[in-house]
């Protein structure tokens, strides 16, 4: 999981396969920067400008092979972690910095949900 999230769903962003991707909205993403200045960018503008071309893209987010991956386990781990860490610094950090926690833990818990529903 990374540090940046998706500007059309803001769930928390992945690396999988030297690829960035929004396991909720199934779209690739490329960072431009970084720190502060780090602009987040959906892939599919691309794939869109490549379309009125009149060209085929060469691979498009369909390509990239997700259902290989157990999101359901990966969601849950990464869960844990963020609630330990969530532990750790509760007595340490500003509130901001918390909250920031709390936010990411609620959009990994409600992301869960939704993958195991797909799952019945």
Not at 13 to 35: H, Q, T, V
Not at 52 to 73: A, F, L, Q, W
């Amino acid at each position: 999981m990374l540090a940046y999230h998706c500007p059309q769903c803001n769930m928390p962003l992945f690396k999988y396969e030297d690829k960035i991707i929004c396991p909720a909205c199934k779209k690739e993403a490329e960072i431009i920067g970084e720190g502060k200045n780090a602009v987040v960018k959906l892939k599919e503008d691309k794939v869109e400008e490549k379309k009125n071309e009149g060209k085929i893209p060469e691979e498009t987010v369909s390509d990239v092979k997700i259902e290989s991956i157990d999101v359901e386990t990966i969601l849950k781990q990464t869960i844990q972690i963020i609630a330990r860490r969530l532990m750790e610094i509760s007595t340490e950090e500003e509130i901001s910095t918390i909250k920031e926690y709390v936010d990411v833990l609620k959009s990994l818990i409600e992301l869960f949900e939704k993958v195991r529903c797909l799952k019945l």
